[in-house]
């Protein structure tokens, strides 16, 4: 998480100093929000995997290396870091 932040702190520094090279506030937010959307996942997405499409499982299968339960084509588990989570308990809140 530590390498993530820096990497966030490195694209909120090239933002800024884009911005004072004449670069609009609006591409400086795109900048911050794409490689925020790509590098993080959201706490919703987590509390609600009952409803996780597929796809987007393998996605952040493929960009965070986390493993899902899946179960009749719908997500019922995760597994961060060698501990599993079920949908009904560890992950709502």
Known sequence: MKAALNDLNSVVLRAINGMEAGDTK?????????????????KAT??????????DAMMLHKRHG????VNDGKVSGVRFGGVNHHTDNALVG
């Open 66 to 69: 986390i493993e899902f339960k």
């Open 26 to 42: 609006q591409e400086a937010v795109q900048s911050i929000t794409s490689f925020v959307k790509m590098n993080y996942i959201r």
């Open 46 to 55: 987590l509390g609600d995997l009952d409803n996780l499409p597929a796809e």
